[in-house]
């Protein structure tokens, strides 16, 4: 199975941060990279699609960039609705997915 | 608008199977290209896929728990069942379904599809406890 781990797993920001979550994969996955956001007892919420395609009614400080085995996801400016766990998932195996450890955002 | 729901017991005993009912509006399992999936996450663990089932019936389970897990569709009742036997403490966890969707892709020199998991169900929590 593909690996994915992120960096941090954790981290503490302010409203109006510019915060960088990093995924890394064990092979390479292309842009077969998604990120998810997720908060307790909620369902998980997609963000991000093929890297750096914003689903559709996500706000756009949200954003994604990266290919082969290095990804990143960007919130612009956070917001207080913001902090959650957020995932990365490989899409590039399909018959195998998997997504990575998380890293969770709480307010400084 | 696409929902999906789980439901099934909330407490099941070590060795016991379990079964869970996933129950979706808003899409069917006739439609081509359809998917959808079985996740869970321990308490405080990472998310862990399991299975998944297409439209046309092919299936696909996590290589871990292969050997523990069943995953069925009834199209006629728009519902996805995923049975897990043996049930050990260590299978504590929120179990969600999803849909998977796919867009195609396309260069001057290949095609495929990106897929991503676009809509959840909000989970149902299983505990194992004797």
């Known amino acids: 199975d593909i690996q994915l781990t992120q960096s941090p797993s954790s981290l503490s920001a302010s409203i109006g941060d510019r915060i960088t979550i990093t995924c890394r994969a064990s092979e390479s996955i292309g842009t077969y990279l998604n990120w998810y956001q997720h908060k307790s007892g909620k369902a998980p919420k997609l963000l991000i699609y093929?890297?750096?395609s914003l689903q559709s009614g996500v706000p756009s400080r949200f954003s994604g960039s990266g290919s082969g085995t290095d990804f990143t996801l960007t919130i612009s400016s956070l917001q207080p609705e913001d902090f959650a766990t957020y995932f990365c998932?490989?899409?590039?195996?399909?018959?195998?997915?998997?997504f990575g450890p998380g890293t969770k955002v709480d307010i400084k | 608008q696409v929902t999906l729901k789980e439901s099934g017991p909330a407490l099941v005993k070590p060795t016991q199977t379990l079964t869970l009912t996933c129950t979706f509006s808003?899409?069917?399992?006739?439609?081509?290209?359809?998917?959808v999936n079985w996740i869970r996450q321990p308490p405080g663990k990472a998310l862990e896929w399991l299975a998944h089932?297409?439209?046309?019936?092919?299936?696909f389970y996590s290589t871990s728990l292969k050997t523990r897990l069943t995953i069925s569709k009834d199209t006629s009742k728009n519902q996805v069942v995923l049975t897990m036997t043996n049930m050990d403490p260590v299978d504590t966890a929120t179990y969600y379904c999803?849909?998977?969707?796919?867009?195609?892709?396309?260069?001057?020199?290949?095609?495929?599809?990106?897929?991503?998991?676009?809509?959840w169900g909000k989970g149902t929590t299983v505990t194992v406890s004797s």
């Open positions: 089932i297409d439209w046309d019936d092919d299936k």
């Open positions: 999803s849909r998977t969707t796919a867009t195609p892709w396309e260069t001057a020199m290949a095609t495929g599809y990106y897929y991503y998991m676009d809509v």
């Open positions: 998932q490989q899409s590039y195996n399909t018959q195998g997915v998997t």
């Open positions: 808003g899409l069917s399992l006739r439609t081509a290209g359809m998917r």
């Open positions: 093929a890297a750096s």
